[in-house]
């Protein structure tokens, strides 16, 4: 399975819209085989997008994201799971245990996906 996390260094973006990086995480057996990280580009959800299903990728993994991003993105078949904060690996680890869960129409917070309010390069620790 291929996930990609929206990233800020070491921690999951607090905002989709201007991360600076995602990362692509190949996952086997529960276990990550292979991470790439892909600088951004431009802030461009169809950059994004197209990237994201070029690369076959299941799940995005975010911060927030706003309506027209996440459109986009659950257009192209990727599923989003937003208002995920922290370590990229205590979340890749609570994902792949199942305490974050795919749900297209409900963010980690419970709440459709919203406009993003701050977009500012802070980690979300």
């Known amino acids: ?7 800020d260094q070491d921690f999951v973006a607090s905002c989709f819209g ?19 990280v892909i600088p951004n580009a431009g802030w ?3 950059y994004w997008a197209d990237l994201l299903e070029r690369n076959s990728v299941a799940c995005l993994i975010t911060g927030q994201i706003g309506t027209n991003a996440l459109a986009v993105i659950r257009w192209r078949g990727v599923k989003v799971i937003s ?6 690996d ?3 680890k609570k994902y792949v245990s199942g305490a974050i869960r795919s749900a297209d129409d409900v963010t980690a917070e419970g709440t459709p996906g919203r406009p993003a309010q701050d977009c500012r390069f802070s980690k979300t620790a």
């Open 90 to 92: 205590d979340v890749v």
């Open 1 to 7: 399975m291929r996930i990609a996390i929206a990233t």
């Open 18 to 36: 201007c991360c600076p990086a995602c990362m692509i995480v190949d996952l086997e057996g529960g276990e990550i085989c292979r991470t790439v």
């Open 44 to 46: 461009s959800h169809k």
């Open 83 to 88: 208002g995920v904060k922290g370590p990229i």
